[in-house]
């Protein structure tokens, strides 16, 4: 099945920009969708379709997929973005559904 | 506004049955597919099926073959999961999540979006003895 991997923590301070990498075999090839998860809370979409954002979502969120990474980057970094953020693409497996492994973003 | 309420809180003995709902408002019920997601104490998400609201069908994961039904009652917009056989490691914060549907006019045929714009608020399941 396919597999989306992401790194376990980003340290940012406020003001400064946060990106998130999620790898994945020719995951530019696929649509790319961003999940912000606060503690105690369900997830909450931010990014879809690659870079494409809901309405009510700040463009400081943005996002971008080419090769094997997808990246979300977060500018001007607030204190209230501390989160775990998740990746997440269709895939033609037998699992299409596939969610990264989740990354912590930690404001300083 | 949109809204996605789930049942609350269930305890069971391993080997029992579950069953959760999802109640949706404040949108067109059989314009998105509903699906079910999980997620362990301090882990990752984790896909488990999905219903076709408008016409039943539904898809699960492998990972749950057997052991998973996803249903759907229009008429009280309202999807229901249910997974049996429980075991501690079935521990986890259940989902469910909604994806847009669109009219595909070339195949003729509604597709989903393939992502989640919309979240239940979540339903702890402890399975212990």
């Known amino acids: 099945s396919y597999v989306l991997t992401q790194p376990p923590s980003v340290s940012v301070a406020p003001g400064q920009t946060a990106r998130i990498t999620c790898g994945g075999s020719d995951i530019g090839s696929k649509n790319v969708h961003w999940y912000q998860q606060k503690p105690g809370q369900a997830p909450m979409l931010v990014v879809y379709d690659d870079s494409d954002r809901p309405s009510g979502i700040p463009e400081r969120f943005s996002g971008s997929n080419s090769g094997n990474t997808a990246t979300l980057t977060i500018s001007r970094v607030e204190a209230g973005d501390e989160a775990d953020y998740y990746c997440?693409?269709?895939?033609?497996?037998?699992?299409?559904?596939?969610f990264g492994t989740g990354t912590k973003v930690t404001v300083l | 506004q949109v809204q996605l309420v789930q049942s609350g809180a269930e305890v069971k003995k391993p080997g029992a049955s579950v069953k959760l709902s999802c109640k949706a408002s404040g949108y067109t019920f059989t314009s998105y597919a509903i699906h079910w997601v999980r997620q362990a104490p301090g882990q990752w998400l984790e896909w488990m099926g999905y219903i076709n609201t408008d016409n039943g069908n539904t898809k699960n994961s492998q990972k749950f073959q057997g052991r998973l039904t996803i249903t759907g009652d229009k008429s009280a917009s309202t999807a229901y999961m249910e997974l049996s056989s429980l075991r501690s490691e079935d521990t986890a914060v259940y989902y469910c999540a909604r994806d847009p549907t669109y009219y595909d006019f070339r195949s003729d045929v509604y597709r989903t979006k393939d992502y989640f714009d919309s979240w239940g608020q979540g339903t702890l399941v402890t399975v212990s003895s």
């Open positions: 997440q693409v269709w895939d033609s497996g037998s699992d299409p559904y596939v």
